[in-house]
């Protein structure tokens, strides 16, 4: 927890705290401005002085009225949450514009999510945290084993000094925190884990089976490849902190998208059948879901129900094109209808074998092409 | 699902959307202003317009240049979800000055939430859902039994017809979206549930064994007035939608709060404990404990650290005067020497007690009270 206190310099900051009179209020942006831009000359002294920064990393801004604001935006957003904006065309070794780096150590960690204070900040305090968490009794297995939307690894080792765990916490720190890592040093929990000495088990998010890593003792190598063979899961989640990162990673130009709101009866219902043949299928490496949760995207609803002509308000699949946004859903009569999971599963394979195809129909299908150019309607007032 | 277009009306706007070039891109802010200032003049054609109109009743701006940038703040985040900025003194009946109030048909929804875009988009999607949820199958059944942080009342009916479920459905609307109501008409399901024909049970958040309300058949005053007595749970989780208002939900001007982290092994150990003591102590009105995830509420972590003088990186229960913000927290090692149910239950006893009480030690902590005044390092960048 070291680093808690850096960090506080760079949050602590709101006004209005008449204490005494208003008891316990909840603190407010105080206005401030805390924005700085690097450039060839301060950025060395600056970097220096802290041992967690951020940097936002950005083209030019338009002159644009648009485009001003749309900075102004994110500008605010990074202010609120009291970092510190850095920007510059000028940090070498940084070749994606429009980006933010966290610097801690001498590590870089991109962060490819949405631009929010809360979200941004959430993101660091993971950064800050432990790469490895180490798991001592059945509650925290408990723990363990509840926290399904990750992947996670989790090793036995002897102690901390053991050269086995070295490497895994090395390695934990290549894929923190975007990967969890767990640890026992407990033959009882290890027990429980079905975990030998030195074992390492490599959990998909989603599946409650484990598969082993073979090859033990393993160099850090042996780890870094094995995840990296198994970074892109059967199915996961998008989340705001990774949303453009998982976006970005399409497989050949589609992805299979599954909407599914976890707090409703018919959501939760499609998600178990969803688990249930992302578990059958985990050993097939073309197949990669990703359920978004509308709930966590409000702001993003009206458009995905706009641009895939669907209504999010049940539970749908289907795959999109990443170019054109063409796409085709699986025909759901809401409630009632819900495929079995045999079902899901064919309509699956017949998306990975291009059977059902959203490039199939756009040779006719001109006047679908009218949403691409998305107008829209919008409601403004003014006096 | 009849309030979807309206929405969208107020929703869909977006700028940069240049689809065919930059594929499926996910959507900005437009820059685009839909402000508009209703007054004794123009606000009933304004509200006749719309199906669900969103209000901000706030006082006049401070001229300082704090609480401007403040209210810019709070202007963008209405602006940012799209919904028009409404705002007057002159709406009658409405006596909460900065207050938003959603309004629905006949109905007026208070917001007590974070004046956040996606927070407060989040809870109007939840407005607009249907009031009453039906379970029909055992995976649905599933889905209610894991929807454990909310009030919760499940029925078993013979149909929507009857009037025992209209009777539900009125209650149902007068807490929406506060308190999630469910009903089935399945025997099966019923069954399961251990309900009767007409039978409605109530579920305290995080405790599995229900409450039968008696008395069947109900009128919906029956309904009210039993949900009013237990509105207060014993163990209720803060969410941005809804921390105000629990803020303000003081028990004689003191707070129980729990911090754990559900993702962490030691938070969620924690919280297995916290849960089992509910669970025992469900039944005594004068506990009431609120348990802060500080994943959820990342801005607020370093001030609620300076402010209690605690360390959130690992779980923390504590007794907080609403006042002066004084707080006494339970002595917790962190990872070993986690308490045990009966040993935090032994402790919260003393608190009901008034043997442990922040404001014991008011006469002799003049030094403490510095921290009322919170004064913090800020780090400005600026050249």
């Known amino acids: 927890m070291k680093w808690n206190l850096v960090i506080s310099l760079f949050l602590l900051s709101f006004g209005q705290l008449s204490w005494g009179q ?10 401030k401005d805390r924005v700085h831009y690097l450039n060839v000359k301060n950025y060395k002294s600056v970097m220096r002085k802290y041992d967690v920064m951020v940097v936002y990393y950005h083209e030019h801004v338009g002159s644009s009225k648009v485009s001003q604001k749309q900075f102004e935006i994110e500008e605010l957003a990074l202010e609120v949450s009291g970092l510190g904006v850095f920007a510059s065309l000028l940090l070498t070794g940084l070749e994606e514009p429009d980006s933010i780096y966290i610097f801690i150590e001498d590590e870089v960690i991109e962060y490819d999510g949405e631009l929010a204070a809360d979200t941004l900040v959430e993101f660091i305090y993971d950064v800050i945290d432990d790469p490895v968490e180490i798991i001592d009794n059945a509650n925290e297995l408990k723990g363990f084993e509840s926290l399904e939307e990750d992947m996670k690894l989790v090793g036995y080792f002897k102690n901390v000094r053991s050269e086995p765990y070295v490497v895994f916490k090395d390695t934990a720190e290549e894929f923190h925190p975007h990967v969890k890592f767990f640890a026992t040093f407990s033959s009882k929990i290890a027990k429980r884990l079905n975990l030998d000495m030195n074992d390492v088990d490599f959990y998909e998010p989603f599946i409650d089976s484990p598969f082993s890593i073979p090859g033990k003792p393993y160099t850090e190598e042996d780890l870094v490849n094995f995840i990296e063979d198994n970074i892109r899961p059967t199915l996961r989640k998008l989340k705001p902190h990774n949303m453009y990162e998982i976006w ?6 589609e992805h299979i998208i599954a909407f599914a709101e976890e707090d409703d009866p018919d959501g939760f219902e499609f998600l178990e059948i969803l688990k249930e043949v992302a578990e059958d299928n985990s050993a097939n490496p073309n197949l990669s879901i990703i359920w978004i949760d509308p709930d966590q995207f409000p702001l993003l609803v009206p458009y995905w129900e706009k641009t895939f002509d669907i209504d999010l308000s049940s539970p749908q699949i289907g795959v999109v094109d990443v170019e054109d946004a063409d796409s085709i859903w699986l025909e759901m009569d809401d ?8 079902e899901l599963e064919d309509w699956l394979m017949d998306v990975l074998e291009n059977e059902i195809d959203p490039d199939h129909d756009d040779e006719d299908d001109d006047d679908d092409d009218d949403d691409n150019d998305f107008t829209v309607n919008i409601c403004i007032f003014k006096i």
């Open 22 to 31: 208003e008891g316990m209020v909840i603190p407010e942006y105080d206005g």
């Open 335 to 342: 409630h009632d209808d819900m495929p079995t999971p045999d």
């Open 248 to 253: 970005e990673d399409d497989v050949d130009g």
